[in-house]
């Protein structure tokens, strides 16, 4: 089943109108649109569960709401979104459906591939999950030998790492305090040999997760864990360690057991999972072995709620829809280049790094499904960092540097980690902060301010123009109960719909990456002048700046 080619939107008569809108709008003030309207925030928030999305922060007006759904009826979004739930070929360029909603189905759930209901061996991966993570609790693993394993390390990198590492640093408050869960990604050495220098050969895990085993970065780290394994056990010692320390996740299960990885340690993933969608499959195993399969099918439960909403919720309570359509509106519209995400919640730190990869490699495109160039841009920059953090960095720039910077505010009522009286004040940061984005400091409240500490009007004046604040800076406030599996999923599954709604909006294929690929192929070519000796290997094709920064390297062996 093909997606039908798209239409480019900026043709679309809801673009037109919705340009419009964007100019009538422009003179008017976040300020001035609350003060104008006193059912501006029911109208202007929405919910799945718990999970609360306040968006009347934001630069729209409930009849920009209007335009953008009509924006996305007519670029036939509901369609699109039957089309991904049905196994329809969605990732165009490379022939694939896109069923990571299939990684989290309950019994009785159908998701097809190709004609085939998938769930049946999702579940039993998921099945092969726990007794793995069950073996490992009661140390029966074969080639362990009774001893305990006390550090596991994932080795991955993007999908297979951004994933379960930040999910296990958002759940950390549930984490077995008898077991470590670790991650390297990096080819950099400091990254694999920092950790390794404080860990015992004889207890330690590795799971190589690859979903092509190819990765240059994951099977060097392999490659080095191994044999920093072997040397550390036995002369023969060494079968033991692979069949009974070495674990893979892996679409290329011919690629792992030539590793040596023997086959019950491998654990299957799917073409039709993207790696940056694949949190949900045995991609989660270290998350699995560090919170425990009970609570990271919570996680997935979470998910299905999310896919449910989006599937089955009208359109105009769609909340990834909305988040989409607030994207377009932001990055098409009022043309923010880039959008921050901050998170006040020190264990979920790590959410815009994977947001970075989540959002930025599925909608970082300039070609439409149809392989025509776009009228339009797509992806802005995810960027940002866990608050109150964040506002002792960069806010400044924020709420004066007069560029428009869009934030996505992420918050939990409750604390993972209560410590009196901590969780009221950032909880009041960050509902402070969407404010004073929101509303700023005119020039009137600033003299005010100043006059009432006592200034002298020369004093004032001198002041006066670094104490206003133009405000008017967007931000949606995302809230939930707490930092739970089923929460983190529901969020985590929220943003990945909305990139979804987002590329179809745009009319682009979020499920390929081919703008990753040109520096891994020059990567590759490069190697041999790097490893070469200092004249060896300097191919004369090489660009002559390549070509001095190579032989800095060698002068400085
Ligand atoms: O960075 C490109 C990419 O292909 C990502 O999409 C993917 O998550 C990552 O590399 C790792 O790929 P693999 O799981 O095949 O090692």
């Given at each position: 089943m093909e997606m039908t080619t798209p239409l480019d939107p900026t043709t679309l008569p809801a673009w037109h109108a919705l340009t419009r809108e964007a100019e009538a709008l422009q003179a008017t003030h976040l300020r001035e649109l609350f003060a104008a309207d006193s059912e501006r925030v029911p109208q202007l928030t929405s919910s799945c569960g718990e999970l609360?999305?306040?968006?009347?922060?934001?630069?729209?007006?409930?009849?920009?709401?209007?335009?953008?759904?009509?924006?996305?009826?007519?670029?036939?979004?509901?369609?699109?979104?039957?089309?991904?739930?049905?196994?329809?070929?969605?990732?165009?360029?490379?022939?694939?459906?896109?069923?990571?909603?299939?990684?989290?189905?309950?019994?009785?759930?159908?998701?097809?591939?190709?004609?085939?209901?998938?769930?049946?061996?999702?579940?039993?991966?998921?099945?092969?999950?726990?007794?793995?993570?069950?073996?490992?609790?009661?140390?029966?693993?074969?080639?362990?030998?009774?001893?305990?394993?006390?550090?596991?390390?994932?080795?991955?990198?993007?999908?297979?790492?951004?994933?379960?590492?930040?999910?296990?640093?958002?759940?950390?408050?549930?984490?077995?305090?008898?077991?470590?869960?670790?991650?390297?990604?990096?080819?950099?050495?400091?990254?694999?040999?920092?950790?390794?220098?404080?860990?015992?050969?004889?207890?330690?895990?590795?799971?190589?997760?690859?979903?092509?085993?190819?990765?240059?970065?994951?099977?060097?780290?392999?490659?080095?864990?191994?044999?920093?394994?072997?040397?550390?056990?036995?002369?023969?010692?060494?079968?033991?360690?692979?069949?009974?320390?070495?674990?893979?996740?892996?679409?290329?299960?011919?690629?792992?057991?030539?590793?040596?990885?023997?086959?019950?340690?491998?654990?299957?993933?799917?073409?039709?999972?993207?790696?940056?969608?694949?949190?949900?499959?045995?991609?989660?195993?270290?998350?699995?072995?560090?919170?425990?399969?009970?609570?990271?099918?919570?996680?997935?439960?979470?998910?299905?709620?999310?896919?449910?909403?989006?599937?089955?919720?009208?359109?105009?309570?769609?909340?990834?829809?909305?988040?989409?359509?607030?994207?377009?509106?932001?990055?098409?519209?009022?043309?923010?280049?880039?959008?921050?995400?901050?998170?006040?919640?020190?264990s979920l730190h790590l959410f815009p790094s994977y947001l970075q990869q989540l959002e930025m490699e599925s909608n970082g495109k300039s070609v439409g499904r149809d392989g025509q160039r776009l009228h339009t841009g797509t992806s802005p920059i995810v960027w940002g960092s866990a608050g109150s953090d964040a506002q002792h960095a960069y806010f400044q720039l924020l709420h004066q540097g007069g560029r428009l910077v869009p934030c996505d505010f992420i918050a939990f009522a409750e604390s993972d980690f209560p410590l009196p009286g901590h969780h009221d004040q950032l909880l009041a940061n960050c509902f402070a902060q969407s404010e004073a984005l929101m509303h700023g400091r005119t020039e009137a409240e600033a003299r005010r301010e100043l006059a009432n500490a006592g200034l002298a009007e020369t004093e004032i004046a001198r002041l006066l123009p670094h104490k206003i604040f133009a405000g008017n800076q967007p931000s949606t406030t995302i809230l939930l109960p707490s930092l739970s599996p089923r929460t983190l999923g529901m969020l985590i599954a929220l943003y990945e719909h909305k990139v979804f709604a987002a590329a179809a909006l745009w009319g682009i294929n979020p499920f390929d990456q081919w703008g990753v690929e040109l520096g891994k192929q020059l990567a590759t070519q490069l190697l041999p002048a790097l490893t070469g000796s200092e004249n060896a290997g300097m191919d004369a094709r090489l660009n002559p700046s390549t070509r001095q920064l190579i032989a800095y390297c060698h002068r400085y062996r």
């Open positions: 609360l999305v306040d968006f009347s922060k934001q630069r729209v007006t409930a009849r920009t709401m209007a335009l953008l759904h009509a924006l996305a009826r007519e670029a036939g979004v509901d369609r699109q979104i039957a089309g991904l739930y049905a196994g329809a070929t969605v990732n165009v360029s490379e022939g694939r459906a896109a069923l990571h909603m299939a990684l989290r189905a309950d019994d009785g759930e159908v998701y097809h591939d190709a004609g085939r209901n998938v769930v049946p061996e999702v579940q039993r991966e998921r099945e092969r999950m726990r007794a793995f993570c069950s073996r490992m609790d009661s140390d029966s693993r074969p080639g362990t030998a009774g001893r305990s394993i006390t550090d596991v390390v994932n080795l991955g990198i993007g999908g297979s790492d951004l994933g379960p590492r930040m999910a296990a640093q958002a759940l950390c408050a549930r984490a077995n305090p008898m077991r470590r869960v670790h991650f390297v990604s990096n080819i950099d050495g400091a990254d694999l040999a920092s950790l390794l220098a404080g860990l015992d050969p004889r207890r330690t895990l590795f799971i190589v997760v690859s979903k092509t085993f190819t990765t240059q970065e994951t099977l060097a780290n392999a490659r080095s864990a191994l044999a920093w394994a072997r040397a550390g056990l036995p002369a023969d010692a060494g079968s033991e360690v692979l069949a009974g320390q070495f674990v893979a996740i892996t679409a290329n299960v011919k690629a792992a057991a030539a590793f040596g990885i023997a086959a019950e340690n491998i654990f299957a993933f799917w073409e039709w999972v993207g790696g940056r969608y694949s949190l949900w499959s045995a991609v989660g195993l270290s998350l699995a072995l560090a919170i425990g399969m009970d609570d990271f099918e919570a996680m997935l439960a979470g998910a299905r709620e999310m896919d449910r909403h989006f599937r089955d919720a009208p359109a105009e309570q769609k909340l990834p829809l909305t988040l989409a359509l607030l994207e377009v509106w932001n990055s098409n519209f009022l043309a923010a280049q880039t959008r921050a995400v901050i998170p006040y919640s020190r």
